[in-house]
């Protein structure tokens, strides 16, 4: 990670929003077998300081699956600072006032880590139903991270429960069969549809020469609309793979023009996080 | 809370109705597929074209405890209320939260179930103890036969008790069915009532005029109460709003009494 204040000129002259970032401190509850286990903290001061030395306004915090449902560090932080906003991990039982609590408190959605299952959930059952319609009446999202090939799968649930739906990391398709994966084919048709949309987010896990291929297909298809820019900061487990900057620039050299760069580093996240 | 009379003509509280619409989620133990949207607004429309004042929903099966839509409403109406289906193990401070959200007590609607939960269960007997903190009712719908055991862990249990649709008395008893005989009997406790309603479900409009005949004479009008069962589920051509008033007219000919069953003793119920 590097530190505040190293960019001298902005990658983006204009609104940016950050989509996906992580806050967490070093001594929260961990699950049995994390799928990381950051051993350091990284808080939210720590993060808006990145923010601001990179010229963005706000930023979407996202629960981070070794945490599980300790939703309450990251609330603290949205409790405290307007400019955040975030998605929570909740069991599917979890109270409508609950959930309206939390809506105050600026949560935003849920984040469903089926990345991390072997097995994924039946959401056709009653209580998933009635969750996935909790969301909708609160007019959140789903947070959805799942590797590609098994999006086809669960996406049909999504849509019949008319909830709006956002995948991570540029809808993780199959690295052997890139655009053409199944999944990222279903990914396109739903968001032709319009309650879906893609974070375009965590090159540096994907492959940035991979992910820029991905972004120039999303653009060519489906246009700028429902992508949104993304950091994944702090890149755990990967933290020195990347920069904040680079994140940016990696998504930036595949933007044709101005209206599309600022449709995708923030008027988009604005109107579906922030309104 | 404007308390709007009774009149000859009209009724001021309708104890019971459903509002839904098709695209609620389901539970698995739907009985009855709704052929179209019974929506809050269309439910107040009926209301006002028959000058009913105020309304308690009751919550209905088919979507479990998805009681949003119906806590959406009394939310937003400060005329109606609602019963709520909950989990026995729900959280003290959901429910008094439900509770300034306008709920009034909670649905055990039992008459689809072919096993029903066992009342003398600990996470039971404490969610009783809270509809009681709360000053809440059970709200039961059962068919007749089975009624005396719940009825009795109920009474036991000191919480106030709502009856659906006269008992429903089992076919060929009337009112000599075992679940309407403890009706007569439990009501002197004066925590328990029963609701003149859904006539039609019953085996016939004779069945229906003796029962209530029997219950203004053991319950009396300040334990009874009248519900429209808005929007007819199951007999959604065949009712009316209009019929459900002309039944209660048959069934209670005093005017006093029946200004006092769809007015006084509902508002006190439910509304106090």
Redesign the interface.
């Known amino acids: 990670m590097e530190s505040a204040g190293e960019s001298e000129t902005k990658v983006v002259d204009a609104l940016v929003v950050d989509a996906h970032a992580h806050v967490f401190a070093g001594d929260m509850p961990v699950v049995a077998n994390p799928r990381h286990n950051p051993d350091y903290a990284f808080t939210p001061e720590q993060y808006l300081a990145v923010m601001d030395a990179h010229g963005v306004q706000f930023a979407v915090l996202a629960a981070g699956s070794p945490w599980a449902d300790y939703n309450d560090y990251m609330i603290e932080a949205l409790r405290r600072y307007p400019r955040l906003r975030g998605t929570v991990i909740v069991d599917p039982s979890v ?4 959930l309206e609590a939390m809506a105050r408190d600026r949560v935003v959605g849920v984040r469903l880590s089926f990345i991390t299952m072997k097995e994924m959930p039946d959401l056709g059952t ?1 209580a998933w ?2 969750f ?3 969301l909708r ?1 609160l007019n959140w999202h789903v947070h959805l991270h799942i590797d590609g090939p098994r999006l086809p799968l669960v996406l049909p649930h999504f849509e019949a429960a ?1 909830v709006k739906l956002v995948l991570d990391h540029y809808g993780r398709p199959d690295p052997a069969k890139g655009i053409a994966c199944e999944g990222f084919l279903a990914m396109l048709r739903a968001i032709e549809r319009g309650n879906t949309w893609v974070k375009v987010s965590a090159g540096y896990r994907l492959g940035e020469e991979r992910v820029a291929a991905y972004g120039r297909e999303l653009l060519r298809t489906v246009g700028a609309q429902r992508l949104l820019w993304a950091s994944d900061c702090p890149f755990v487990g990967d933290e020195d793979a990347t920069t904040y900057r680079r994140t940016m620039e990696t998504v930036d050299a595949w933007m044709p023009d101005e209206t599309t760069r600022r449709a995708v580093f923030g008027e988009n996240a604005l109107k579906l996080y922030f309104s | 809370m404007p308390v709007i009379q009774a009149t000859p003509d009209t009724l001021a509280v309708d104890t019971h109705a459903h509002v839904y619409t098709l695209d609620m989620p389901m539970s698995g133990e739907a009985w009855h597929q709704p052929p179209a949207d019974a929506t809050t607004e269309q439910y107040l429309a009926a209301l006002d074209a028959n000058g009913v004042g105020c309304a308690v929903m009751a919550a209905a099966s088919i979507y479990g405890d998805y009681n949003d839509y119906m806590i959406d409403a009394t939310r937003k109406h400060k005329r109606l209320r609602t019963t709520v289906i909950v989990e026995p193990t729900t959280d003290p401070y959901v429910l008094r939260a439900m509770r300034d959200d306008g709920v009034v007590g909670i649905r055990l609607q039992w008459r689809s179930l072919k096993q029903t939960p066992d009342l003398d269960a600990p996470e039971y007997q404490r969610l009783l103890r809270r509809v009681r903190d709360l000053d809440w009712h059970v709200h039961l719908h059962d068919e007749g036969a089975r009624l005396p055991p719940a009825m009795a862990r109920l009474e036991k249990a000191g919480v106030k008790l709502v009856i659906d649709h006269f008992g429903r008395p089992t076919k060929g008893q009337g009112t000599q069915c075992p679940g309407f005989q403890a009706i007569l009997r439990t009501v002197a406790n004066g925590r328990t009532w029963v609701k003149l309603s859904a006539g039609y479900r019953l085996e016939s409009p004779r069945v229906a005029a003796e029962c209530a005949r029997e219950l203004l004479k053991h319950a009396g009008p300040e334990r009874l109460l009248w519900g429209s069962d808005w929007p007819f589920a199951a007999f959604e051509d065949k009712v009316t709003y209009a019929d459900t008033v002309t039944d209660l007219k048959a069934w209670v000919p005093d005017a006093a009494a029946r200004a006092r069953i769809g007015g006084e003793t509902a508002f006190r119920l439910y509304f106090a």
Do not use: I
């Not at chain 1, 109270?95 to 609950?98: A, I, L």
């Open positions: 109270e409508r006032y609950t009653f139903r009635r996935l319609r909790r009446d008319g």
